[in-house]
DNA sequence: AAAATAAGATACTGGCAGTAGTCTATATGC
DNA sequence: GCATATAGACTACTGCCAGTATCTTATTTT
């Protein structure tokens, strides 16, 4: 039953240095998750742990679960952080085909990096909890199909894709079939011949039968 | 450093009774693997534990790990024997289209079963490990491949599709689709109303387009 | 200035993967 | 049939980590 109280603020792990003042609410939310980021894309989901956010955060583990349900919850909540706020430019090159490519490409990109393999291994590691998983859905789901209904809609108007394919089924087709590449093959990246692949054996036909 | 031996075969945990001779070989191969079959029925992948493992097998974990590497190791192995061997008969409906729903059931029916959850789960927990990723998918695209070929195949030669559609790609466009949906919204089922759209908006126009 | 609130520090519980060492039943070799 | 090697059985242990509890103390609120 001995417990020692040597205080002194930031003596936690040597991670941080000690601090002048105590942080509070906002402050210190917002600085558990830079934390949280920083582990994740130092030493990915499945090594983060809560003692080393909470050491890198310079706080302690009781004052995170205070804020976040679990482990799974305040990933979930710093992975949200690192998106990039900024809406991306859509591909408009004048030809179908090298719109989906480019988009294409963009979304292999992005799940092979290492925020795609996060990602993966959250949302695997969500699926007991719908709840968290339908945060996460509607941020990846929504973010594809706009995107991919714009160039839809520029090749529609170029008489390139019949109106029927403006629907989200067809628009999100490729990125659909792509993420489920990296779900099988489990994979680093998937090469550019299945992208070329799926955009001209399946897109493409896809589109044009709407027509 | 006290070390007891009571000795006594058997004396586990209460899962085994005693046994009269001591298994060997593949027999004890065989009890272990039955014990990680029912152990992930019945609690899932995730609560499966190595020492529930042993304790059902009547064994000790040292035993299995001279076997298997790891945890997922020996699951892996245990999924592919819960496996059904016999393969199964291939819908024959006259009409692509019931073809292909009945198919699209069929899988859904496998991916909403116990069997299907905890597919995604070990699935999930095994990408950092490329060898037994290759494992699996043999197994499961391979299962999946040549049933769909087969039924475009009877829908070519009756005209309802034409021989350019007879790939890889074009056949499991529909599976694939419906693992992302999985994969995505982390359901236990996906309601009957997207099996059509797939099969209505995506699956069969392409079929129609590779003409 | 007193009371309330929440941060900070530390220790603890409990579970589990994987390992080690020791004993002993069975198989194998002579 | 006996000696030796192999590997199963048992127990214990290490190490890690999620999540909890408790106590002290800085800061805010009243």
């Known amino acids: 039953m001995t417990v020692e109280h040597d205080g002194g603020p930031g003596a936690a792990s040597g991670e941080a240095p000690a601090r002048a003042t ?20 130092e030493v990915g989901y499945p090594s983060l742990t809560m003692d080393g956010v909470a050491a890198r955060a310079g706080t302690a583990k009781n004052v995170i679960y205070r804020r976040w349900p679990s482990r799974a919850a305040l990933c979930v909540a710093a992975y949200r952080r690192m998106l990039p706020a900024a809406p991306e430019d859509i591909p408009d090159t004048g030809d179908l085909r090298s719109d989906a490519l480019a988009m294409l490409r963009r979304g292999n990109d992005r799940m092979s990096s290492p925020m795609g393999k996060i990602l993966r291994e959250l949302l695997a590691d969500i699926q007991s909890d719908p709840e968290r998983v339908r945060e996460f859905r509607e941020q990846l789901v929504r973010g594809n199909t706009g995107p991919w209904l714009t160039i839809l809609a520029r090749a529609a108007a170029r008489g390139e894709a019949g109106p029927a394919a403006l629907t989200p089924r067809v628009a999100t087709v490729a990125v659909d079939l792509l993420r489920n590449e990296y779900a099988i093959n489990g994979v680093a990246t998937v090469p550019e011949d299945i992208l070329a692949e799926i955009v001209d054996q399946v897109f493409l036909p896809l589109v044009r039968a709407h027509t």
């Open 22 to 41: 105590r942080r509070r609410g906002a402050a210190l939310e917002e600085a558990i998750l830079r934390a949280a980021i920083e582990e994740l894309d």
